[in-house]
């Protein structure tokens, strides 16, 4: 089989990302730039400095950062305990971490609107132990849930896969030098696995700040964040044009985010598929 023929194997995916990458992003670019005449306009994208604009992407940004640090705080020990377990026990312990992830996002999510809400599953429980319920739903601290919750693996698997292609001979050697565990843990672990952590921070950190669904079900469409904006510009405003404009402020975090895994994994080691 010779080059060419070969080359056609990759038309399926070319014409994929085409009509449904390219073509999409273009679409975004042409009505952010425009009016709804067609005229070339700025307007779509300083529109992100409104009151209500601004005060919606700072709060998307504190609950994606504070969602992000959660996750990176429970996914660094757990990716330690799974390397220690031995590649077939990790690798199965993995496999029932990542078994949720099977089931559709948006089910996951009402499912913790139905523990979380005042007459769930949780207050019920409470209320039978005669102890006093939470009232948690509708609130920035049910959306950080979700959050932690949805997108958790994304933190823990880059960080394990860079955690177990780490010698133990690089361990060993650090505490023959007399180095102690929070020495051996900042300087020879963190290090090591800092492209892991990147890539898990910006797996959470951008669909935790684009994301809609949570914020709406968890949120109950009374915590408005930049994704719910753009969400209600496209399907209630029907305004295409300004909708597109704030996509393409959003998309400056995901070309940081990019430029991020470009310098600190270059290898691609902390990549997950």
Request: glycine share 8%; aromatic share 10%.
């Amino acid at each position: 089989m010779n080059r060419l023929s070969k080359k056609y194997f990759a038309l399926p995916c070319i014409v994929w990302m085409i009509g449904f990458t390219v073509i999409p992003l273009l679409m975004i670019f042409y009505y952010g730039l425009t009016d709804k005449t067609g005229a070339f306009t700025l307007s779509n994208i300083t529109a992100i400095a409104t009151a209500e604009h601004a005060k919606a992407l700072f709060l998307s940004l504190g609950l994606s950062l504070v969602s992000t640090i959660i996750c990176l705080l429970l996914a660094y020990p757990l990716a330690m305990i799974l390397r220690k377990k031995g590649v077939k026990a990790g690798s199965f312990i993995v496999f029932i971490f990542i078994l949720p992830m099977w089931m559709n996002f948006l089910l996951r999510t009402m499912a913790w609107q139905t523990l979380l809400e005042k007459s769930g599953v949780i207050n019920g429980i409470l209320s039978a132990l005669h102890l006093p319920e939470i009232a948690i739903i509708n609130t920035p601290w049910a959306i950080i849930l979700g959050m932690v919750y949805n997108f958790l693996p994304f933190m823990v698997l880059p960080i394990y896969n860079v955690l177990i292609k780490i010698d133990d001979n690089t361990i060993n050697a650090a505490k023959d030098l007399g180095a102690n565990e929070f020495q051996t843990l900042i300087k020879i672990w963190i290090p090591l696995s800092l492209p892991g952590i990147i890539s898990g921070i910006t797996m959470v950190f951008v669909p935790a700040l684009t994301t809609f669904v949570i914020s709406n079900l968890l949120g109950g469409s009374k915590i408005l964040l930049i994704g719910n904006v753009i969400e209600q510009e496209f399907t209630k405003g029907s305004n295409w044009n300004l909708g597109s404009g704030l996509s393409l402020v959003l998309m400056l975090f995901i070309l940081i985010s990019m430029a991020l895994i470009a310098k600190y994994d270059k290898s691609g080691e902390g990549a997950v598929f």
